[in-house]
């Protein structure tokens, strides 16, 4: 079965259970955000570990997970409508956000008992944070020509090198890193491994770079002789490619790749003319793209769920996503240009955050470029 398929399966219409789930997160999202101070911009990218652990309490991080990991053993689509909803209402959880999507399932899959015990509980109640350790000074789309490296010692390993573009390196308590363990190799692909590496280890620096809105949630993290016992190893050493491409599936395809700019279509559409047909055209085709997006993020949910690889599948939504995402700043500008210049409003600070947040949109997790060869490889192009 293909998305095509996985589509039709699941149009992007709820189930009762699904319709329950929306509801209950609607009603603990109205009342926790109702309880926080007011916020410039509604984002999912800010930071609120207060946020993750009350999201976390609740019950809704990790949902999809086993009960004794601290999950709830939910179904993939009812954590899909949890997802939407987070995002729709533009909630603050960019502290537990990659921990949940993409550390916490790699773990499962690869880590020891003892260390997913110890460490995936704390991510379901919303306290313990990680960040991606995959970009090197070096190295960004050319993954496979990272340099730090990890050397067998007694015990475990010890790593140097550094990292680059970590995001809320400075905030996490563990990082995920892909690290060389066999260097030398003809096939670049192999003797790359991944680690848990716990962010307070001796040698590990991490040094805040400011971006241009002005947050340092980005960071370089330098690894000098830093040790990481052997149970910290995920998987097999030398396989790290194999599973940090797998892992990168959880990074592409959720509606965090399409709907990182929803705060900014609900006020373009609370100050749309009905009657103006630039309005209701522009308005209309971003609600049906946005629509169809959906559709294919929740087939990819569904092949996630039965154990499919939807790879191809997932560098079509965050591309196509990035793209719609890009665009909307520049039709909020062509709608409203004059409201804008009303400074202060909502509309306004959304449509100025979102024109400088959007340029990232389509290099975060993999430019446009290295998803559009994935996909012409995918369909034997090149
Ligand atoms: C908001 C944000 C958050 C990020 N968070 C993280 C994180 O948490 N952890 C992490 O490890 N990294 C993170 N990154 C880094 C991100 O993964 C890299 O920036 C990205 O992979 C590109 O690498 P680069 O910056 O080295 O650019 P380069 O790889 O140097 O690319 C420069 C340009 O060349 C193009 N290009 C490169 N190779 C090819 C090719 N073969 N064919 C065609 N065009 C090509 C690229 O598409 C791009 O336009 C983040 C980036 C952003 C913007």
């Known amino acids: 079965m293909d998305i095509a398929d996985s589509i039709k399966i699941n149009p992007a219409t709820s189930t009762s259970a699904q319709s329950e789930v929306r509801r209950d997160i609607r009603h603990f999202l109205t009342e ?32 999809t997970w086993p009960k004794r990991y601290g999950g709830r053993g939910r179904p993939m689509l009812e954590r899909f409508v949890v997802l939407e909803e987070l995002l729709a209402a533009g909630a603050p959880v960019s502290a537990h956000w990659v921990a949940e999507r993409q550390c916490g399932p790699l773990l499962m899959r690869y880590a020891t008992p003892a260390l997913c015990e110890a460490i995936l509980p704390g991510i379901a109640r919303g306290e313990v944070f ?31 090198g550094a990292k680059i573009w970590t995001s809320l390196a400075a905030k996490a308590h563990f990082m995920s890193a892909l690290v060389r363990t066999t260097p030398g190799l003809e096939n670049r692909h192999a003797g790359l491994s991944q680690f848990v590496v716990d962010m307070r280890s001796e040698g590990l620096t991490v040094r805040t770079i400011k971006n241009m809105l002005g947050s340092d949630s980005f ?14 190893l995920l998987g097999q050493a030398g396989m790290g490619w194999e599973q940090v491409t797998a892992e990168l599936t959880f990074e592409r395809s959720g509606p965090d790749r399409y709907l990182s700019s ?51 599948a997932t560098s079509n939504v965050k591309d196509l996503g990035a793209l719609l995402e890009q665009r ?3 039709i909020a500008h062509q709608l409203f240009g004059t409201e804008l210049r009303v400074a202060g409003s909502s509309l306004v600070r959304t449509q100025s955050h979102l024109t400088q947040a959007a340029v990232a949109f389509s290099v975060r997790g993999g430019t446009r470029e290295i998803l559009r060869g994935i996909v012409a490889k995918g369909l034997g192009l090149r």
């Open 32 to 63: 926790t955000l109702a309880a926080m101070p007011p916020r410039a911009v509604r984002s999912w990218g800010e930071y609120s570990a207060e946020f993750s652990s009350r999201l976390g309490k609740a019950g809704w991080i990790g949902m």
């Open 262 to 312: 929803i705060s900014l279509l609900t006020e373009m559409l609370d100050h749309a003319n009905a009657e103006d047909r630039h309005h209701t055209v522009e308005l209309g085709r971003l609600v049906a793209e946005l629509s169809n997006l959906r559709a294919m993020s929740r087939g990819i949910g569904h092949m996630l769920s039965e154990g499919k690889d939807p790879r191809l």
């Open 130 to 160: 990680f960040c991606i350790g995959l970009s090197e000074p070096d190295s960004g789309s050319d993954l496979a020509s990272i340099r730090t490296r990890a050397d067998k010692v007694d015990g475990g390993w010890l790593i140097n």
């Open 328 to 330: 909307t700043p520049e």
């Open 219 to 232: 960071a370089e993290v330098v690894f000098d002789n830093v040790f990481v016992p052997d149970d910290n």
